[in-house]
């Protein structure tokens, strides 16, 4: 079975551009999560969709966004960008269902942004 | 809010020496737990869980117990290996409304051979 899938896994951008990355989960998982990985922040939630609705958000600013589509397939976009956006975005796919049971979660290699 | 600390980096051990990372969490009930590894230069792999207290959770020689007593979630390893050089995440994550993980700030063990 394939493994969490992100693309491009480096991207260089200039301040003020906008940037979007790709995700392609687990075959089966619907439920794609985002997080920031930064030396100083460590690792941040930055939101959840599931069935192609955005489902939780962290506390960043509007300039990231996501969306999802009905193969389950998400991206995420950034904005207006700013030196403090370089990270490791990581992407994590889960078999969520509605109840309570525990769903794990799997992480892709992420994709090193870089902001000059 | 929810938070997860973990003791300072990095730790440096020599081959086949005990390994204890600790970590304690604060929430406001039972979150399940999870102790997560990154290699150099790739995302994270889930390393063990518990999902309820008094759990223990185990995985390739590493083992970790829910104590709900101390808040805690200590990772340990009775003999490490040069391979499990690494960054290690602690982290919670609620079952049920907002699921994300909230993650500690790592540990980097570093194994001498």
């Known amino acids: 079975k394939a493994g969490v899938t992100q693309t491009p896994r480096y991207l260089i951008k200039t301040r003020g551009q906008q940037v979007t990355l790709s995700c392609s989960p687990i075959?089966?998982?619907?439920?794609v999560s985002w997080y920031q990985q930064t030396p100083g922040q460590g690792l941040q939630f930055l939101f959840e969709y599931f069935s192609e609705t955005q489902r939780n958000k962290g506390n960043f600013p509007g300039r990231f966004s996501g969306r999802q589509f009905s193969n389950s397939r998400s991206e995420m976009n950034v904005s207006t960008l700013e030196l403090g956006d370089s990270a490791l975005y990581l992407c994590a796919s889960s078999f969520r269902t509605s109840g309570s049971s525990y769903n794990e979660q799997f992480f892709g290699p992420g994709t090193r942004l870089t902001v000059l | 809010g929810d938070s997860v600390t973990q003791m300072e980096g990095p730790v440096t051990l020599s081959e086949e020496a005990f390994l204890t990372i600790n970590c304690t969490y604060t929430?406001?009930?039972?979150?399940?737990l999870f102790w997560y590894v990154q290699y150099p230069g790739e995302g994270l792999q889930l390393l063990l869980k518990a999902t309820k207290a008094d759990d223990k959770g185990s995985n390739k020689g590493f083992e970790a117990t829910y104590r709900k007593e101390t808040t805690s979630f200590h990772l340990e390893k009775g003999s490490v290996q040069v391979s499990d050089s690494a960054v290690y995440f602690c982290?919670?994550?609620?079952?049920?409304?907002?699921?994300?993980?909230?993650f500690g700030s790592g540990t980097r063990l570093q194994v001498q051979p």
């Open positions: 982290a919670l994550r609620w079952d049920t409304g907002r699921r994300a993980l909230t």
């Open positions: 075959s089966g998982h619907r439920s």
């Open positions: 929430a406001t009930g039972y979150p399940s």
